[in-house]
């Protein structure tokens, strides 16, 4: 379990906040996203039909990229914006017309309080917590005015009986020079890098960095962290030792 559990299987309440920010004075160029950052369901959705300790596996949220994002943040002195609820209320990684935007089943797990959704609450998940999140990035980017754009991600070690064993990938579709220096500084760092692994940029599964990076004129990269090597304090720590050092080069 990492730490960021406890405190969002504590937070189911009628009314939730679909982001949150941190402080937003650079010392840095950069602006940090983490759109899977929480677990955390509305009380109205009764936990979508599932437990806490579904709720808190990687079908809900990033493991603990909310947590790393923090840290770097801290570290590099950069705003970030963390996204307020699970990816199974609705994906602010996706676009609105994607097909996974709000799943009925996550990796061979029903989603219960998904199904057979009417229109009127699509449209209240998108103007409840999606337009919010990506309207408070707009914000930002627009007061700040960053150079860089890094969204923060997590994945399994293992999907449908595959194993990925890699430490990161860096997602990419238009900056390939970019990702190659990041990624060359973060093996530097010790870390095993693949690029658009386990997901491809090239496949528009960068939505949210890609939106906000080409809408602001802002470079934008999305890093993938193995889950494995987040579940403890520890253990983030210890990433975003590594990870620092690679975003300062970028930079």
């Not at 007061?143 to 923060?152: A, E, F, M, N």
């Amino acid at each position: 379990m990492t730490p960021q559990t406890s405190v969002d299987q504590g937070n189911r309440t009628a009314s939730m906040l679909p982001f949150r920010i941190l402080d937003a004075t650079p010392a840095a160029p950069l602006l940090l996203t983490c759109e899977h950052a929480s677990c955390a369901v509305p009380l109205e959705y009764d936990g979508l039909g599932l437990d806490e300790d579904e709720l808190c596996e990687h079908i809900g949220w990033d493991i603990g990229a909310g947590r790393l994002t923090e840290l770097l943040a801290a570290d590099l002195g950069a705003p970030a914006v963390l996204g307020g609820v699970s990816r199974l209320v609705i994906d602010v990684n996706r676009d609105l017309a994607d097909h996974d935007l709000i799943v009925e089943d996550a990796h061979g797990v029903p989603i219960p309080g998904n199904r057979a959704l009417d229109g009127d609450e699509r449209r209240r998940r998108i103007r409840d917590f999606h337009e919010p999140y990506h309207d408070a990035i707009d914000g930002l980017a627009r007061r700040l005015k960053p150079r860089l754009l890094l969204s923060i991600h997590s994945f399994t070690p293992e999907l449908n009986g595959r194993p990925r064993r890699f430490d990161v990938g860096v997602l990419f579709d238009t900056f390939a020079a970019e990702a190659e220096r990041f990624g060359d500084a973060l093996s530097a760092g010790g870390l095993e890098v693949r690029y658009n692994q386990p997901y491809s940029g090239l496949d528009g599964l960068i939505y949210s960095a890609r939106r906000h990076g080409r809408t602001h004129g802002i470079t934008y990269l999305e890093l993938e962290v193995n889950n494995a090597l987040l579940r403890s304090e520890a253990a983030i720590g210890r990433v975003a030792r590594q990870v620092v050092p690679a975003v300062r080069a970028l930079l």
